[in-house]
């Protein structure tokens, strides 16, 4: 059975960091892309991040980039997502998903509250 | 970007109904489109990609349509258990982009 589990979230200050782990298992982690996906309380979903299978393409939603990093460990079949300088505008569920052309698997999802 | 259009934002229809809910794009993404169900309190599950293809173990009572920049996707015979919001995403092209939301209620 796919799983992927989401981890790492909370509630952090302004400006402070915080970094989301994401834990597949059943599958083969290192044949998929992966992406974060993030919602807002009561509002719809933004695509915020993808990697492919060996890190080689990387790609970032202008609503984030600069401040959020995507990376992967195979090894550990493991997603990361760094988010440094959150805003309040950051307060979401963020969900992780494995894509192989279309998101087709989707993590519970971790909360990030972002506030003072 | 891409944009997403989705219509109408709520639905409401009663059991046996059908329902069809539209997505246009601000171009053509050539059949790069898939819909998502979202029941309340828990993450998205595929229902169509390639715009057509039912995803597995989907029920057939879900059927998605549509080229170019316009799409739908239709329930035949609504159930009790269709209630939620659907979402259309466009992957022809980064950055990927999602339709509103559609929520969907029973009369």
């Known amino acids: 059975e796919v799983q992927l589990v989401e981890s790492g979230g909370g509630l952090v200050q302004p400006g402070r960091s915080l970094k989301l782990s994401c834990l597949a298992s059943?599958?083969?982690?290192?044949?998929?892309?992966m992406n974060w996906i993030r919602q807002a309380p009561g509002k719809g979903l933004e695509w915020v991040a993808s990697?492919?299978?060996?890190?080689?393409?990387?790609y970032y939603a202008d609503t984030v980039k600069g401040r959020f990093t995507i990376s992967r460990d195979n090894a550990k079949n493991t997603l990361y997502l760094q988010m440094t300088s959150l805003r309040s505008e950051d307060t979401a569920l963020y969900y992780c998903?494995?894509?192989?052309?279309?998101?087709?698997?989707w993590g519970q999802g971790a909360s990030v509250t972002v506030s003072s | 970007d891409i944009q997403m259009t989705q219509s109408p934002a709520s639905l409401s229809a009663s059991l046996g109904e059908t329902v069809t809910i539209e997505c246009r794009a601000s171009?053509?993404?050539?059949?790069?489109l898939a819909w998502y169900q979202q029941k309340p309190g828990k993450s998205p599950q595929l229902l169509i990609y390639?715009?057509?293809s039912l995803h597995t173990g989907v029920p057939s009572r879900f059927s998605g349509s549509g080229s170019g920049t316009q799409y739908s996707l239709k329930i035949n015979s609504l159930q009790s258990e269709d209630v939620a919001s659907y979402f259309c995403?466009?992957?022809?092209?980064?950055?990927?982009?999602f339709g509103g939301g559609t929520k969907l209620e029973l009369k």
């Open positions: 998903a494995r894509h192989e052309g279309v998101m087709d698997a």
């Open positions: 059943g599958f083969t982690f290192s044949n998929y892309g």
């Open positions: 990697i492919s299978s060996s890190s080689s393409y990387i």
């Open positions: 171009e053509d993404i050539y059949n790069g």
């Open positions: 390639n715009a057509n």
């Open positions: 995403q466009q992957y022809y092209d980064y950055p990927w982009t």
